[in-house]
């Protein structure tokens, strides 16, 4: 009895000391992050405006969506709804809370394994920055070089200060001057603030192709430099940013010391999941297969992938495949959810909200309930309809939209291939199918995809692969299933397969 008793001791000690290496392995599978603009999310304390409080109290909701990442739009003092150009890189806005808020949000989104990353625009600041006040008074201010100047009109500058400086969005959002080692100190200072002082996991960087407007050597440079800084300051923080261009050009941008670059040619009405879904689109399983290597040949291999396909300045996944086509609305979620890196969804995805045209009607109230739970439209916005129903309607109905994306998060991390593995895509002569294989840590899966409308059968002499089981499956139709006998799958319209060795 005692040597059982010991050699249980044994056994248990060894598996501790396994445990760091355990939890080491965990780490390098991408974080899943889940975008929020916090005014429309949740309204804790009835003025109708969301906040860091409302934010706090939906993270069960959030984690039971499978996401342990979260990127909050910006949260700084700004005298804009959406407060991308900040008056303050120091403060909370009074609108979304407090400091104190937002580290009890840090606190209980970290008990639950959830990281939070912040919006953080330095591209430009606010007109009403009292850098740039100063700036204009006088052309002796200690703030002068920290903006762009010219003597006459220049494209993307505005009248000020008695010339001309850079704003390449708008009159108020003055371009700081990255190039002044003052701006990159008080840069470096703000990372070390958000980063240690308040504790925040990393951030999004917004527009960073603007940096040096057309220069992607000097964007690059600069990027190096800040991700460099970020990661000296807090080992281990994420950075993801913003490149709003083709894939070739992201790729040179994903080259930097930045971990991840949105992938912005799988997003929106144009992008990879939207034509390999596409009406017309007679071969889909050859067009994802097709996307998904030129994904793999294109971005080089120590870059996260952060694919997506809408976010707040985007039209809704519903615009592009329909308000009458929920299989094709969860099939472009499943698209997503089997692809490599660490996905963005955007609040409010999950219950199918669209939303297009102006900025504000892509940033409406998530729909709880009603109404009554409902916050403030932004100002601008035109159109407040919703083609699905409210978080609680579909909490009630298993085959609602919100429960098959929690089905397809489930399957994706219950295989950390899906998000972590290297990509073969297989030759297969049924092309409305994409066979692939993932491949992490020695484990190998073969994740096939029927992204087409009609049921497939694969036949064993459609393709050359030897995975025996089928481990997992996920349907759009709750009504039909995978079915896989003697090498010959039967895939439903619209469904996935994962088959193991
Ligand atoms: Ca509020």
Not at 209 to 227: C, H, K, M
Not at 309 to 330: L, Y
Not at 342 to 355: H, K, P
Request: aromatic content about 12%; charged content about 20%; overall charge negative.
């Amino acid at each position: 009895m005692k040597k059982r008793l010991f050699s249980m001791l044994l056994l248990l000690s060894l598996l501790l000391c396994l445990l760091p290496a355990a939890a080491a392995e965990t780490e390098a599978v991408p974080r899943d992050w889940y975008e929020i603009f916090v005014r429309s999310y949740c309204d804790s304390d009835g003025d109708g405006l969301g906040d860091l409080n409302g934010v706090t109290q939906k993270l069960d909701y959030i984690q039971s969506l499978g996401f342990n990442g979260i990127w909050l739009m910006p949260i700084m003092p700004s005298p804009s709804y959406h407060k991308y150009d900040v008056t303050d890189y120091y403060a909370v806005d009074p609108e979304y809370g407090t400091q104190d808020d937002l580290r009890t949000l840090l606190d209980a989104a970290h008990a639950r394994g959830i990281a939070v990353i912040l919006d953080l625009p330095v591209n430009h600041c606010s007109s009403e920055h009292p850098w740039f006040q100063s700036a204009c008074a006088s052309s002796d201010s200690p703030y002068r070089d920290w903006f762009n100047w010219n003597e006459t009109p220049q494209n993307g500058y505005s009248e000020g200060g008695g010339m001309y400086y850079e704003s390449r969005f708008v009159d108020t959002m003055p371009d700081l001057n990255l190039d002044n080692p003052a701006v990159r100190e008080e840069i470096a200072s703000i990372l070390d603030y958000w980063l240690n002082t308040v504790g925040a996991d990393g951030f999004r960087l917004d527009a960073v192709t603007s940096f040096y407007t057309g220069q992607v050597p000097r964007n690059v440079e600069f990027l190096n430099w800040l991700a460099d800084t970020a990661h000296a300051l807090k080992p281990g923080c994420f950075l993801v940013a913003e490149a709003w261009e083709g894939l070739n050009t992201i790729a040179a941008y994903a080259a930097s010391r930045i971990d991840s670059f949105f992938t912005f040619p799988v997003s929106q009405a144009e992008g990879y999941i939207a034509k390999t879904l596409g009406r017309a689109n007679r071969h889909p399983g050859r067009s994802w297969g097709e996307y998904t290597a030129l994904l793999e040949e294109t971005l080089p291999p120590e870059t996260v992938p952060a694919p997506f396909t809408e976010n707040h300045d985007t039209g809704r996944t519903v615009g592009f495949t329909g308000r009458s086509d929920p299989g094709k609305t969860k099939m472009a979620f499943s698209l997503l959810a089997t692809m490599r890196g660490g996905l963005f969804a955007y609040y409010g995805q999950e219950i199918g909200m669209v939303g297009s045209g102006e900025d504000p009607n892509k940033r409406i109230g998530m729909l709880w309930t009603d109404e009554s739970e409902t916050t403030l439209p932004p100002p601008g916005a035109t159109k407040l309809e919703y083609a699905y129903p409210s978080v609680r309607d579909q909490e009630a109905d298993p085959n609602s939209l919100l429960h098959y994306y929690r089905r397809a998060m489930e399957l994706r991390h219950r295989f950390p291939a899906i998000a972590a593995g290297t990509s073969t895509v297989l030759p297969c002569d049924e092309d409305r199918l994409c066979l692939i294989i993932r491949e992490y840590r020695g484990e190998e899966i073969l994740l096939v995809v029927n992204p087409s409308a009609s049921p497939v059968q694969l036949f064993p002499a459609h393709y050359s692969a030897d995975f025996p089981t089928l481990a997992a499956s996920l349907c759009t139709d709750p009504d039909v299933a995978v079915l896989f006998r003697q090498g010959s799958l039967r895939m439903p319209a619209y469904s996935i397969a994962v088959l193991t060795k």
